[in-house]
């Protein structure tokens, strides 16, 4: 078994290609681990063994007849249960799409199958991505991997467990206010939100479009550029993709201007996370990295202005689940009791709060006062990141004000819950690029770091975080 | 602090059905996240525009021709099965018009 510990991608293509292990051996064993582990957490709400062993042996058949596989071949990997697997359910975390299994693959997903890369099975999420703790799931609850009295952030808290957990070498996760970096800083693991655009959308049950954005988590820096570099691109069926320019610039930490927000580092943040993150910037600062301290003035509309955002698009995308084409359907005396009982049966309660707040916020007499003025303060939101990133290169700041929380300690209160996210809500707002990694721990609990970074410099950020993990 | 009628008729524009005490639980959280996403009336917008793309760089819309593309069979079959009523291979709802 000692062949498969610690494994990375590039260990993975070494031990396939030099025969120290199949593709077979090797996905049993993360199925094995999924089914020895995962009664603890609890990451995985479907295991695609069958599809999984099938897809290790195209590998092993490659390999045996000297064909030539790819960097990704048989890589073990998970994905959040809102992003569409071929022939394998899609729930959402909902009880509303319980019976939905996905008619095709997300552009993601098809870019993975074609490189050879090997699904394990759908993992645990908030119900549409709204949460910040996985609790709002309709099926389970996921436990934070170091403790598991914890949760493992949210809302892709199942494949950032997964991957804490060693269940999986990567894997897929969406970031809408925080998504992947937050349950990334709860679990130990290394988890990037691309710029808006960067990873095509397509196949991913849309939550806020103006804001969501495929990612991935992986245990180190180096496997999650990999992976990010794997599923990037334009696709003709996300209007709203980009080509990312290939940058190969060194990356020489002397050269490097860091901002330090102040807004990021006031009231609010536990004592002791705030000393990680300032014990990590003062590590880069003696490895020569220029440290300037700068100003977000408008961090403090980011979270407000994000709720109005996030639940008007969401309350618009979620109108489409009615019962009529697919999903649950419940009978009703009439086509709109059918739609009322299927809606009121189907979503849970966070989910109907939010549909609530967004339908007001776009509701006649209400649309300028909050709609229009929250999509005004956004653009202030971004402006304040134009201006910084024409002085810095990166600004490094806490992923969340505090590590992982009890489970269940949050779940009366949507505004507490709300704060796990304040400091990565901006960066969708401005739709620019964030690493969350790993930068020391409070006790048992792992504490992040992000970096963010200006529009399409994600190359860079990794760059970054790649020499960040070197330092700590 | 939003009116228990007002928040009757977003449930109405949601097509979510309440019950007594979920209206309350609903007026009483929304109130509080209302409340709290007051302090967006202090941001001075008197000199900027709305945001129109996400990230906002000399983006161009992204059209193409609106022609239909064929599905496989596999796929039209497999829509199909996950219909929650259907006859005669179509899509069955109850009528608009009564």
Request: glycine residues 8%.
């Amino acid at each position: 078994m000692s062949q498969f510990l610690n494994l990375t991608i590039e260990k993975i293509h070494k031990g396939l290609t030099g025969k120290k292990f199949s593709a077979q051996e090797l996905t049993q064993h993360y199925l094995d681990t999924i089914q020895e582990k995962d009664k603890d957490i609890g990451a995985f709400l479907h295991i695609t063994e069958k599809m999984a062993l099938e897809q290790a042996d195209v590998v092993d058949k490659a390999i045996a007849n000297k064909e030539e596989i790819s960097k990704m071949s048989a890589v073990p990997y998970a994905v959040k249960d809102a992003i569409m697997v071929k022939d394998v359910p899609c729930t959402a975390g909902s009880k509303i799409l319980e019976n939905y299994t996905a008619v095709y693959d997300a552009t993601c997903i098809d870019k993975l199958k074609t490189k050879g890369a090997i699904c394990l099975g759908k993992t645990n999420l908030d119900e549409f991505a709204m949460g910040s703790s996985t609790e709002h799931s309709a099926y389970k609850t996921t436990k934070n991997p170091h403790d598991l009295t914890r949760v493992p952030g949210g809302s892709s808290g199942g494949s950032a467990a997964s991957v804490a957990a060693n269940e999986c070498i990567f894997s897929l996760g969406s970031d809408t206010g925080g998504s992947i970096r937050q349950p990334a800083s709860f679990c130990g693991v290394v988890g990037l939100k691309p710029t808006y655009g960067a990873v095509s959308r397509y196949g991913l049950i849309a939550f806020a479009s103006s804001l969501d954005q495929i990612g991935p988590f992986a245990s180190n820096v180096e496997d999650c550029e990999i992976v990010f570099n794997a599923i990037k691109g334009i696709d003709k069926n996300d209007s709203t993709s980009v080509e990312l320019k290939q940058e190969n610039s060194k990356f020489d930490i002397k050269k490097v201007k860091i901002g330090i927000p102040k807004e990021y580092f006031a009231e609010g943040i536990d004592k002791e996370v705030k000393e990680v993150v300032e014990g990590m910037i003062e590590k880069a600062e003696k490895n020569g990295a220029k440290i300037e301290e700068v100003s977000l003035p408008h961090s403090k509309y980011a979270l407000p202005c994000y709720y109005i955002v996030a639940t008007s698009e969401a309350s618009a995308n979620l109108a489409r689940f009615d019962g009529i084409k697919y999903g649950l359907s419940v009978k009703g005396k009439d086509l709109i009791d059918e739609y009322f009982k299927t809606k009121t049966q189907g979503f849970g309660d966070e989910v109907k709060r939010r549909i609530m707040l967004g339908s007001f916020c776009l509701s006649s007499g209400y649309y300028d006062a909050y709609y229009s003025r929250a999509q005004k303060v956004r653009a202030l939101i971004r402006q304040d990141f134009e201006k910084v990133f024409k002085k810095v290169d990166f600004l490094f700041t806490p992923v969340s004000p505090f590590p992982a929380f009890k489970l269940g300690e949050k779940m009366d209160d949507p505004l507490r819950m709300y704060l796990a996210d304040i400091y990565t809500i901006s960066v969708n707002l401005a739709g620019l690029p964030a690493l969350s990694m790993p930068a020391g721990k409070v006790g048992k609990l792992p504490v992040g770091l992000q970096i963010i970074g200006n529009h399409f410099t994600e190359s860079k950020i990794l760059q970054a975080g790649k020499f960040i993990e070197t330092i700590l | 602090m939003i009116s228990k009628e007002e928040v009757e008729h977003i449930a109405k524009l949601a097509r979510l059905e309440l019950t007594e005490s979920e209206l309350k639980k609903m007026q009483n959280d929304l109130a509080g996240i209302l409340d709290y996403v007051d302090v967006l009336q202090k941001a001075d917008i008197s000199k900027v525009k709305t945001t129109e793309h996400s990230v906002g760089l000399n983006m161009e819309n992204v059209t193409r021709e609106d022609e239909p593309k064929p599905a496989t069979a596999e796929t039209i079959k497999k829509i199909k099965e996950q219909f929650p009523d259907k006859q005669d291979g179509h899509l069955k709802v109850k009528g608009i018009l009564n």
